[in-house]
C-alpha cells in the first residue's frame, strides 16, 4: 500500500497538520513550562515550612504568612497553566484530527472503482476509525503526558543536581534511562501483537458488515448458523492475539514498577543517611520524597503511554497509507472543463481490459450522435455495462479515445465530465434517508419545487400521493423499503435533477418484472428526447425504438442499424432476438 513505515515517518506525516497551529502551540508549550515550574515549587517551599517548623519547634504560629500562600499559589498556579495550555491546545488536536480525516475522505472519493472493489468497506471504515483516534491519542498523550513528564524530569534533576550530593541526580537519570529502555524494547517486542490484533479485528468486522448487509442472502439459505460461526472463528483469533498482547502487558508492568521501586527506595535511604549525619534537614527528606513522588506517578504511567503512543502509531499507519494510495485515474495538470455543445459521444479505438489478461475492448469504435438514442446490446460478458465506465472515467482505457463534443474526455476535469452525464443503473442504491434526500442528492442545492417537478417527470406522483409522509418517507437501508420499479423512477428523477446533456441507462430495467419493465421503459423514451441516450440494454425489446443499435460480441461491434435493418439481416442481433423470444414463450 505505501504507508509511511516506523515511527518517525508517521510522526513526519502528521507534524504539517499541526504545525497550521504554530501559535497555539507555542502558547500551549509556554503555559506547560510554566505549569511544571509551579510543580517544582510546591515541594520547594514544603521544604521551607517543614524546615522552618523544626527550627522554630514546630510552633505554627511562627511560619511566615508568606510560605503558606506561595504553597497555596503554586499548587493554584499548576492546575491553572495546565488547564490553559489545554484549552488552548484543544483546537490544534480537534482541528487535526478533523482535517486528516477530511483528507483521507477526501482521496477515497478520488481514487478509482478498482480500488474500493478491491476492498472491503467494513475494514476500511474501521481502519479509518481507528486512525484518527490514534491522531487525538498520540497528540493529546504527548503533550499532556509525555513531554510535560520529560520537563518535569529534567526540571527536577536538575535541581538536585544543583543543590545535593551527585548521587542523587545519578540515581534518578539511571532510574529513568533504564525505564526508557526497558519500556521501548518490551514494547516493541509487544507490537507485532498489536499489529495482528488490529488486522483481525478489521478482517472481523468486514465479515460482520458483509453478513449484514447480505441479511437477506443469509436468510434465504438458512445460513445463520454458518455466519456466526464464520465470524466466531474470526472472533477466536482475535482472542488468541488479545491475550497474548495481555501477557506480555504484565511483564512490561512487572519490571517498570521494579524499576522505580528500587530508584524510590535509594533515593530514600540516601536523603535519611543525609538527614542522620547532619547534612541534610527533615525538610531536604520531605523535598526528595516529595520530588519522587511527583516523578513516580507520571513515569510509572509513561509505560503505559508509550504503549499507547506505539499502537496509536501502528493504528495511523494504515489511515495514512490511503492517502498514498496511486490515484490510478487523475485530472491532468492542465485539464480544463469539459464543454457540452450538441453532446456528440466518440469512441474511436479503444482497447481496454480489466486486469491485463482478458481484453474487455479490441478496437472498439462508434458514434453516438448528437440528441439520439444509441442502444448496445450483446450476450452476457460482451462488455455492455464497461462502457458507462469508461465513460464516466472510473477507468481509462489502454489505449483509444472517447471524445464528447471533439473533447478527450482525458483531457478533462472528471467533476465536468460527471456533471454533464446522468446515469440511471441497473442496481439503484439509495442512501438510508428520505425520499427528498435521494432525489436532491442529483443536485444538493436544487429546491423542494425543483425536486418535486422532477419527480413527477419520473412518474413518482402516484406512490408520493399513498405514502403519509411523501418525500419526506424514509427508504430504509439500500432503498429495501421501495419497489425495484420505485427505486428505478427515483434514480431517473436523481439523473434528471442534475440537467444532464447526456443520459445512461444502464441495464435500467433488466431486474424488473414486464409491467414495471414497460412503465420504465416509456419512462426512458421520455426523458430521452433531444438528450444524447446511450442506453445499455439486455433485453432487446426495450430498445426497438433506438435511433441505432450497436451488437458487441467479444469486445467488438458486430453490427449495428435500427431494428427492422438488424432482423432483416439475419445477424447476431437476429440471433438474440430470437433466443429471447423463445425464453420469453
Not at 418517507?473 to 419497489?483: D, F, Y
Request: charged fraction near 20%; hydrophobic fraction near 45%; aromatic fraction near 8%.
Amino acid at each position: 500500500m505505501g504507508a509511511p513505515k516506523g515511527s518517525w515517518a508517521v510522526i513526519k506525516t502528521l507534524l504539517p497538520y499541526l504545525l497550521a497551529y504554530r501559535l497555539r502551540i507555542a502558547i500551549a508549550l509556554t503555559a506547560l513550562l510554566a505549569a511544571k515550574l509551579a510543580n517544582l515549587g510546591v515541594p520547594i517551599i514544603l521544604k521551607g515550612i517543614v524546615d522552618h517548623l523544626t527550627l522554630s519547634g514546630a510552633i505554627a504560629l511562627s511560619v511566615p504568612i508568606g510560605l503558606i500562600l506561595g504553597y497555596g499559589l503554586m499548587r493554584l498556579a499548576s492546575t491553572a497553566f495546565t488547564e490553559l495550555r489545554e484549552v488552548v491546545f484543544a483546537r490544534v488536536t480537534q482541528g487535526a484530527v478533523r482535517d486528516i480525516s477530511k483528507r483521507v475522505f477526501e482521496h477515497l472519493h478520488s481514487l478509482s472503482l478498482r480500488f474500493h472493489l478491491e476492498r472491503q468497506t467494513g475494514g476500511l471504515t474501521r481502519d479509518i476509525e481507528r486512525g484518527s483516534r490514534g491522531v487525538s491519542t498520540l497528540v493529546n498523550f504527548t503533550l499532556y503526558s509525555i513531554v510535560p513528564t520529560a520537563v518535569e524530569v529534567l526540571l527536577v534533576t536538575a535541581w538536585l543536581a544543583w543543590q545535593y550530593p551527585p548521587i542523587f541526580a545519578i540515581i534518578t537519570l539511571s532510574a529513568l534511562l533504564l525505564y526508557a529502555v526497558y519500556t521501548i524494547a518490551v514494547t516493541e517486542w509487544r507490537t507485532h501483537f498489536r499489529r495482528q490484533m488490529n488486522d483481525l479485528d478489521s478482517k472481523a468486522n468486514a465479515k460482520a458488515i458483509d453478513s449484514l448487509l447480505n441479511y437477506e442472502t443469509v436468510k434465504y439459505f438458512n445460513n445463520e448458523a454458518f455466519e456466526a460461526n464464520r465470524y466466531d472463528q474470526s472472533l477466536l483469533r482475535w482472542q488468541e492475539a488479545a491475550i497474548k498482547s495481555q501477557v506480555s502487558l504484565s511483564v512490561l508492568n512487572v519490571g517498570q514498577s521494579l524499576i522505580i521501586a528500587i530508584a524510590v527506595s535509594l533515593m530514600v535511604w540516601q536523603a535519611t543517611v543525609g538527614v542522620v549525619e547532619g547534612r541534610m534537614t527533615l525538610g531536604d527528606l520531605v523535598l526528595v520524597n516529595a520530588f519522587m513522588i511527583q516523578l513516580y506517578i507520571p513515569l510509572n504511567f509513561l509505560g503505559v503511554l508509550y504503549r499507547e503512543v506505539k499502537q496509536s502509531i501502528i493504528d495511523m499507519e494504515r489511515l495514512f497509507g490511503l492517502l498514498v494510495v496511486h490515484r490510478e485515474v487523475a485530472d491532468k495538470s492542465d485539464a480544463q472543463d469539459l464543454q457540452v455543445r450538441d453532446g456528440e459521444i466518440r469512441f474511436e479505438h479503444l482497447h481496454f481490459s480489466y486486469d491485463g489478461r482478458r481484453p474487455i475492448f479490441q478496437d472498439l469504435s462508434f458514434v453516438c450522435p448528437a440528441g439520439k438514442t444509441t442502444a448496445v446490446v450483446g450476450s452476457s460478458g460482451a462488455g455492455k455495462s464497461t462502457l458507462s465506465r469508461l465513460l464516466y472515467r472510473f477507468y481509462d482505457p489502454q489505449s483509444g479515445r472517447i471524445l464528447i463534443d471533439g473533447q478527450d474526455i482525458v483531457d478533462v476535469r472528471q467533476t465536468s465530465l460527471r456533471r454533464s452525464i446522468g446515469i440511471v443503473p441497473q442496481d439503484t442504491v439509495l442512501f438510508n434517508d428520505t425520499l427528498a434526500y435521494n432525489i436532491r442528492y442529483g443536485r444538493p442545492d436544487a429546491s423542494e419545487q425543483e425536486i418535486l417537478a422532477v419527480a413527477q417527470a419520473a412518474h413518482l406522483g402516484e406512490l408520493l400521493a399513498k405514502l403519509p409522509d411523501g418525500l419526506q418517507t424514509m427508504v430504509g437501508e439500500r432503498g429495501l423499503k421501495l419497489s425495484g420499479g420505485e427505486k428505478q423512477r427515483v434514480a431517473i428523477a436523481r439523473a434528471l435533477l442534475k440537467r444532464p446533456a447526456i443520459m445512461v441507462f444502464d441495464e435500467a430495467t433488466s431486474s424488473l418484472d414486464s409491467q414495471s419493465e414497460r412503465a420504465i421503459q416509456a419512462e426512458i423514451r421520455e426523458v430521452s428526447r433531444g438528450r444524447t441516450t446511450l442506453v445499455i440494454a439486455h433485453r432487446l425489446s426495450t430498445i426497438v425504438d433506438a435511433d441505432n443499435i450497436l451488437v458487441l460480441e467479444s469486445g467488438r461491434l458486430v453490427e449495428q442499424g435500427q431494428h427492422r435493418d438488424l432482423l432483416a439481416a439475419g445477424g447476431r442481433y437476429a440471433e438474440l432476438w430470437a433466443l429471447q423470444a423463445r425464453q420469453a414463450q
